[in-house]
């Protein structure tokens, strides 16, 4: 802040020039004014400065007193103060107006004028730095809105806020600090001015300080400064004063820092700090949401998952690596398990382009975070012996606290042929059915400690998108694998059965993407309740918000109309006698199939038949699925002395519906297989060579014709019972 301070009729000798100018130096510029022209000018130019202020006496000659009128028209700027000095009596021009704050009368007779004029001076610049950091911060929240609705990254527009803090308050630097909990450092996330700190030693900071989910604010002694603080080469910025701010963001500690080149005033000085941080805490909030709200939609737009594995991958690695602002992102996948080694098939993007890599694995951090489900939090790769290690911390992958994480030294493996030189990694594992089948990793080349705690965690945020789509990649490529046999693509052809399972993957996806959409809406209320609770919801926030609504909103519909449209694709329902149609035909079948073998069928079929309403092509397929695994089963149980198929057809009694049993006598399964079987999940088969698609497709068909399909009995080494029942539509003939 600059001062433009004029003396007018004050003697030399008497020190007031002294103290204002230990006062208000070295923001100061001091003018002596020789007469009525000077004055006249000095009041004229007052707008040069931050603040005017006029000293001067009663001992002025008297063609000065022309200019009262000026001086009371000053008077109505609220930078301008005048200061009087007078000896006999109080002057009359200013009894009526002596209360006004801008107005300083000092007897220079009294014995304490000295200390009078100096309380007057310290009076005068409190009430300017407070008037001038008013207006300065209304400047601020103005670039505040600015910022905050300009088109720019949310790092950028987070440093442009400090950059404007710190010139507001004048400061030699503006630094804002996360806790990475790897190297027990607060390290800087965002900072403004020369020589702002790197990193902070926690060690003191958090014990000493309470870290909570707002700012609080401190002003630090010298002594607590160079203690806490301890770095080397602040010197003569810890000298002046020292604010301190610590807050919590998403349970993460996180500290801003404010280093002043000389002493302050502590309450006008902690005011001022403690309102720039609770502005720069609400950005830091509002930016990580926004940040992961728009990564998420990103993911949630992934789209042309048919047109191949790499490129599938790369649309999901590129918003990561922007989000992370990332020198190389990759996702590496579980092709083969042999032992302790891993396939490995690896889908990057880095600065030398993009590309697919496979190769295998008997260590490594990919491998670590792989075979140990484990998140990591790597700080560094060095060099021990012309060996890599990798330094950081691992976490469960849902339990990612502060204190959670493990110490681990690992040896990083290269691949051959790599230009990747990693420096600071993330790893997030990617989970089905408690087992681990692969891990995401992002990286940068350029520096070591470059992520933190924070970043882990907005990883594991993206984890779940990113593991539906590699899921539903997965099936389709396994689906691909089944086409390529040309009996069963013949077969889908003539059935249209290739449609049915497109359309199965599909609405898996849909229920996928609607399902983030969801918890996108539920996001975006938290966005609008931090503005309204920082006082400072503008109108162009308010639109903001309201536009992402709309398009969550929009885009929900969109897949709710195409899940609608998807689902119109429908078995032809006819209606039919089970036993005549569909039943006899396919046991005729299986008895050429098996015939020269050592399998018999046994039925029971009622005298009466049933007229049912179903397809009868996709339901005799099906049994006929039912019946190919059975005689597996009873192939594969190799020391069974009785091998033999059951099926019978039996009216539920007192209902209007008919069961279908069929058992054999093959190995069986224990209740924890049965239980996973019983669910009729796609792709999931327990024979070689299986598809893993049949009962998946049994279960559609007659839950579609208002039947059901379990397995109700089965035992290791006796056999298996799959049961069927089906409503019965026209009674029994």
């Known amino acids: 802040m600059k001062f433009r301070i004029g003396f007018r009729g004050i003697e030399t000798d008497l020190g007031f020039r002294q103290i204002i100018e230990k006062v208000f130096a070295p923001f100061a510029e001091i003018r002596d004014l020789g007469g009525p022209k000077d004055v006249e000018r000095f009041l004229a130019e007052k707008g040069r400065a931050d603040a005017c202020i006029l000293v001067t006496s009663e001992d002025i000659p008297a063609d000065y007193k022309t200019l009262w009128s000026l001086i009371h028209t000053s008077l109505e700027d609220p930078v301008f103060h005048l200061l009087f000095l007078y000896s006999r009596k109080s002057p009359e021009r200013l009894l009526g107006i002596a209360n006004q704050l801008q107005i300083h009368l000092v007897n220079k007779g009294d014995e304490g004028a000295k200390d009078a004029f100096t309380h007057h001076c310290y009076a005068i610049k409190t009430q300017l730095e407070h008037l001038w950091l008013k207006r300065r911060f209304m400047d601020m929240l103005d670039y505040y809105e600015d910022v905050y609705s ?52 926690a060690a003191g900071i958090r014990e000493l300080f309470e870290f909570r989910d707002a700012c609080v604010t401190s002003t630090l002694s ?24 610590t807050f919590r963001l998403y349970r993460l500690p996180g500290l801003i820092l404010y280093l002043f080149g000389r002493k302050r005033h502590d309450t006008l000085l902690w005011d001022a700090c403690n309102f720039a941080s609770r502005e720069i805490f609400h950005l830091l909030r509002s930016k990580e949401l926004r940040s992961q709200y728009q990564t998420l939609n990103s993911l949630v737009k992934v789209e042309n998952l048919h047109l191949g594995r790499p490129k599938a991958v790369w649309q999901i690695l590129k918003p990561l690596k922007d989000h992370f602002g990332a020198e190389g992102v990759s996702i590496l996948e579980v092709k083969e398990r042999e032992g302790n080694r891993l396939i490995l098939l690896k889908t990057f993007i880095h600065y030398e382009g993009k590309d697919v890599d496979t190769f295998p694995a008997d260590e ?4 670590h975070s792989i075979s140990r489900n484990k998140a990591m939090l790597i700080t560094d790769i060095v060099e021990q012996d012309a060996v890599p290690w990798a330094l950081g911390l691992e976490f469960d992958p849902n339990c990612l606290e ?18 990747e030189k990693e420096r600071s990694v993330i790893y997030f594992p990617l989970n089905e059915e408690g087992e681990t089948f692969a891990t995401v990793k992002v990286a940068l080349f350029s520096r070591p400690s470059g992520f933190g705690l924070s970043d882990l965690r907005a990883l594991s945020v ?11 990649l997965r099936s389709i490529e396994e689906l691909r694998k089944e086409l390529a046999n040309k009996q069963l693509q013949e077969n889908m052809v003539q059935r249209g059965e290739a449609l049915l399972f497109y359309r199965e993957i599909t609405l898996g996806v849909f229920h996928q993407l609607a399902h983030h959409l969801n ?24 639109e903001l918000i309201d536009r992402c609504k709309k398009q969550v ?18 078995p032809l329902l006819k209606e039919c006698y089970l036993v005549a149609d569909v039943v006899r035909p396919i046991l005729e079948r299986l008895r050429k199939r098996i ?9 029971t079929l009622t005298d009466s038949d049933f007229s049912v309403l179903l397809d009868p092509k996709l339901a005799s397929e099906s049994l006929t699925n039912i019946l190919d695994n059975a005689i597996w089963a009873i192939k594969e149980h190799r020391g069974a002395g009785k091998k033999e198929i059951f099926f019978a057809v039996r009216q539920v009694p007192g209902e209007n519906r008919v069961r279908i049993e069929i058992t054999d006598s093959g190995v069986g399964m224990d209740e924890e297989r049965r239980n996973r079987v019983r669910k009729f999940e796609a792709f999931h088969t327990t024979k070689e060579g299986g598809t893993g698609l049949g009962l998946f497709f049994a279960r559609r068909i007659f839950e579609y014709c208002d039947g059901r399909i379990d397995i109700p009995w089965s035992q290791p080494g006796k056999g298996t019972t799959v049961e069927i029942v089906l409503p019965t539509a026209g009674g029994a003939k």
């Open 462 to 472: 993206f984890a779940e998108p990113i593991g539906s789509l590699l899921r539903n």
């Open 222 to 245: 010298e002594s607590q400064a160079v203690s806490l603080l301890k770095q080397k080469g602040l010197g003569e910025k810890l000298s002046g004063t020292v604010v301190l701010a």
């Open 553 to 570: 909103k929009d885009a929900k519909a969109l897949i709710d109309d195409a899940k609608t449209r998807g689902q119109q694709l429908k």
């Open 364 to 367: 490594g951090l990919g491998h």
């Open 150 to 201: 300009g088109e720019v990254q949310h790092k950028q527009r987070v440093r442009k806020f400090v950059q404007r803090v710190r010139d507001v308050l004048g400061a030699e630097s503006v630094s804002v600090f996360l806790l990475n909990p790897a190297s027990n450092e607060f390290v800087s996330e965002s900072y403004a001015g020369d020589g702002s700190p790197k990193a902070v030693p």
């Open 402 to 419: 502060v204190d959670e994480g493990k110490r681990v030294k690992i040896r990083a493996i290269v691949p051959p042929g790599s230009v």
């Open 595 to 603: 015939e020269g073998t050592n399998i018999s069928v046994r039925a």
């Open 519 to 542: 918890r996108l809406n539920l996001t975006m209320p938290l966005i609008e309740d931090l503005f309204e609770a920082s006082g400072h919801e503008t109108p162009q926030v308010k």
